[in-house]
Nanobody
Framework: QVQLVESGGGLVQPGGSLRLSCVAS????????MAWYRQAPGNQRELVAQ???????RYTDSAKGRFTISRDNAKNTVYLQMNTLKAEDTAVYYC?????????????????WGQGTQVTVSS
């Protein structure tokens, strides 16, 4: 079994900052891509930022210049530093991991999602 657990969400004023964390645990052999998605009420889930195993990062236009994604491979953890937050950043933020997990003697490729953490930007 593999689990992704996010933390760090909360209520912040416009212009403020938050740092999200996501820890992957379980029978993990290696993690390829890790990413953050978000879903606002009434909207589809959308990609915010992603980072490869060699720490190459990509951002959507809404995140560029304000958000920074990073990862600690030794801790199976991905972070999202969010600065200059805006009301339109309000959403549930989900962690995503494309990984290989052990299943008996086999290595199984899996896609995992966290349960989500709420980020609310409001004065």
């Amino acid at each position: 079994q593999v689990q992704l657990v996010e933390s760090g969400g909360g209520l912040v004023q416009p212009g403020g900052s938050l740092r999200l964390s996501c820890v992957a645990s379980g029978s993990i052999l290696s993690i390829n891509l890790m990413a953050w998605y978000r879903q606002a009420p009434g909207n589809q889930r959308e990609l915010v930022a992603q980072i490869s195993s060699d720490v190459a990062a990509r951002y959507t236009d809404s995140a560029k210049g304000r958000f920074t994604i990073s990862r600690d491979n030794a801790k199976n953890t991905v972070y999202l530093q969010m600065n200059t937050l805006k009301a339109e950043d309000t959403a549930v933020y989900y962690c995503f991991a494309d990984l290989f997990a052990a299943q008996g003697m086999d290595a199984i490729r899996r896609v995992n999602w966290g349960q989500g953490t709420q980020v609310t930007v409001s004065s």
